[in-house]
Nanobody, 127 residues
Framework: DVQLQASGGGSVQHGGSLRLSCTAS????????VGWFRQAPGKEREGVSC??????????YYANAVKGRFAIFRDKAENMLFLQMNSLKPEDTAVYFC??????????????????WGQGTLVTVSS
């Protein structure tokens, strides 16, 4: 099975930036759609962003709450996925996860079908 690992979380102030990374073993990050999700304390997990496979055009998708502030992208050479988070808000505080389901596109990406999850990384944004 694929092994995913998110990293790069930390504590920042309102308006700050962080870049999250996701590494994978036994998995070509470029070959399938991959997504970022988050779970805030006491809340359900929610989709943050998704990127289609390279063969599907690397199309990106964002939750309304992060659109214009976050950017998802890959480094094919390093086989890594990233989430650049700018203009962070206290409501962005959550554990962030990367995930895949061996699909080629992000169709219905905000649904709860993702099967392969990595360990999360905590992002804390203070006001």
């Amino acid at each position: 099975d694929v092994q995913l690992q998110a990293s790069g979380g930390g504590s920042v102030q309102h308006g700050g930036s962080l870049r999250l990374s996701c590494t994978a073993s036994m998995f070509d990050m470029d070959y399938y759609a991959v997504g970022w999700f988050r779970q805030a304390p006491g809340k359900e997990r929610e989709g943050v962003s998704c990127i289609d496979s390279a063969s599907s055009g690397d199309v990106t998708y964002y939750a309304n709450a992060v659109k214009g502030r976050f950017a998802i992208f890959r480094d094919k050479a390093e086989n890594m996925l990233f989430l650049q988070m700018n203009s962070l808000k206290p409501e962005d505080t959550a554990v962030y996860f990367c995930a895949t389901d061996y699909q080629y596109d992000c169709n219905n990406w905000q649904s709860d079908y993702w099967s392969q999850w990595g360990q999360g990384t905590l992002v804390t944004v203070s006001s």
